[in-house]
């Protein structure tokens, strides 16, 4: 057919017309995020990854989903990490454990008897955070909220009222850490390294006889029912975060993640008040249950002190950036001289 003049203008102001017709927004497609982690389902650490799903899901109108795997069906903290980096899972709440495999930073706030409770960690933390989160930004992780775990406390399937107690066992220490075995190696300790995952087995076979962990992994995990005597210590802060793969990160609606974030990190601090109380809880679960509580003499106390500080030569530089290293411990340091109570002013005496 032949197009005429007339034909080509008609063609023309229809496609005018059609442009001029507003278009309906695209829909942005599905994200399902799959989130790993140790926290058994119906621990709080499990529930707040959980909220945070449900939170995320409604600001996106519901186009955001979390698929999570708790009580370490993906695997150690260790594995969870390399299932990151290689896309198999998009997001985790990992302890200092897992989070120190992806920068050495992280081992700051882990450092042997440094901290004597939450408020001097709160104040370190506090002053610290930009710089943690800085260097798991460089490593490709997006930090959505912080959080952690109790105290870090001796198990064992003997009395361990002193050090040398403790060192006359077969100890679990977490595989993966060379610098941290080398240490415990230097202390006297016969390690047997392991994913955190097999410490259950490894109690019912004998080849280990004690382990560090925080109360609450102890209860929740049963590993206590094997190792009923308990060190009263507080060796170090279980910390911990939850992160997201800054590949994940990025195919959220630009508009849309500081909202996203805002909702985590409240959500995680929400939880940590109760989570911190779980602690006492947990001990006294356990205490009804045959778990026995060896009280450090201040000789003992003493013992341990030493024996820690012999290692912050070869912690800092090494595991822990010595300037970090540094910072950490005049941090304490500066957090005590505010707590410490004003002597008391002496009154100038009466004038005859």
């Given at each position: 057919m032949t197009r005429t003049p007339l034909h080509l203008s008609v063609?023309?102001?229809?496609?005018?017309?059609?442009?001029?017709?507003?278009?309906?927004?695209q829909a942005p497609a599905p994200l399902n995020i799959k989130v790993g982690t140790l926290a058994p389902e119906g621990t709080p650490w499990y529930d707040v990854i959980q909220e945070v799903g449900a939170k995320w899901k409604k600001a996106s109108g519901g186009t955001i989903s979390l698929t999570i795997f708790g009580g370490g069906v993906q695997g150690d903290e260790?594995?969870?990490?390399?299932?990151?980096?290689?896309?198999?899972?998009?997001?985790?709440?990992f302890t200092s454990v897992g989070l120190e495999t992806i920068t050495k930073e992280m081992s700051a706030l882990w450092i042997p008897l440094l901290f004597q409770n939450y408020d001097e960690l709160d104040y370190v933390r506090s002053k610290l955070d930009a710089r943690l989160e800085k260097a798991l930004g460089?490593?490709?992780?997006?930090?959505?909220?912080?959080?952690?775990?109790?105290?870090?406390?001796?198990?064992?399937?003997?009395?361990?009222?002193?050090l040398k107690a403790l060192q006359e066992l077969k100890l679990f220490t977490?595989?993966?850490?060379?610098?941290?075995?080398?240490?415990?190696?230097?202390?006297?300790?016969?390690?047997?390294?392991?994913?955190?995952?097999?410490?259950?087995?490894?109690?019912?076979?004998?080849?280990?006889?004690?382990?560090?962990?925080?109360?609450?992994?102890?209860?929740?995990n049963q590993w206590f029912g094997l190792a009923k005597n308990m060190m009263d210590i507080k060796f170090a802060p279980i910390v911990g975060a939850t992160i997201i793969t800054k590949a994940a990160w990025d195919k959220i609606d630009p508009s849309l993640r500081p909202t996203l974030l805002t909702l985590a990190r409240e959500t995680g601090a929400k939880f940590t008040p109760k989570i911190r109380g779980l602690e006492t809880e947990a001990i006294d679960a356990m205490v009804k249950r045959g778990l026995q509580i060896q009280k450090l003499?201040?000789?003992?106390?003493a013992e341990w002190q030493q024996t820690a500080e012999?290692?912050?030569?070869?912690?800092?530089?090494?595991?822990?950036?010595?300037?970090?290293?540094?910072?950490?411990?005049?941090?304490?340091?500066?957090?005590?001289?505010?707590?410490?109570?004003?002597?008391?002013?002496?009154?100038?005496?009466?004038?005859?």
């Open positions: 063609c023309a102001a229809a496609l005018a017309l059609a442009m001029t017709i507003p278009t309906r927004a260790a594995d969870m990490v390399r299932k990151m980096r290689i896309g198999q899972l998009q997001m985790g709440a460089d490593k490709g992780f997006v930090v959505l909220n912080w959080g952690d775990a109790g105290w870090v406390k001796y198990f064992a399937k003997k009395p361990i009222p002193d977490w595989a993966g850490s060379s610098q941290s075995e080398e240490m415990y190696k230097d202390a006297g300790f016969k390690i047997v390294p392991l994913a955190a995952t097999d410490i259950l087995m490894n109690l019912q076979r004998n080849m280990i006889e004690a382990f560090p962990a925080p109360a609450t992994a102890a209860l929740a003499t201040p000789q003992a106390e012999k290692f912050y030569p070869k912690i800092r530089g090494t595991i822990v950036p010595a300037d970090l290293f540094d910072e950490v411990r005049r941090l304490v340091v500066e957090y005590r001289a505010q707590k410490r109570p004003e002597p008391a002013k002496t009154l100038d005496p009466v004038k005859k």
